[in-house]
C-alpha cells in the first residue's frame, strides 16, 4: 500500500531520495550543497529573466 499523500509525498513516496541520487548521479554534485549566488546562478540577473521569457513567450507564440 502506498503512503499517505501530501505535499513532501505527492504520490505516497518520498521523491526527494531519488531526486538526490539522479542530480548526483547526472552532475556529480550533491544538491543539498546547493547555493544561491547573484550572478553567478543560472537566471539569477534580471537581465537573464527577462530574456528567457521573450523567448519562451516567443517559440511558444511563434
Avoid at 20 to 25: E, G, P
Wanted: negative net charge; aromatic residues 14%; hydrophobic residues 45%.
Amino acid at each position: 500500500m502506498a503512503g499517505i499523500l501530501s505535499i513532501d509525498r505527492p504520490f505516497g513516496i518520498y521523491l526527494d531520495d531519488y531526486f538526490v541520487k539522479i542530480y548526483s548521479l547526472l552532475t556529480g554534485k550533491d544538491p543539498n550543497d546547493f547555493a544561491f549566488v547573484e550572478g553567478v546562478t543560472p537566471l539569477s540577473t534580471l537581465t537573464e529573466v527577462v530574456i528567457s521569457c521573450i523567448t519562451y513567450l516567443a517559440v511558444i507564440f511563434g
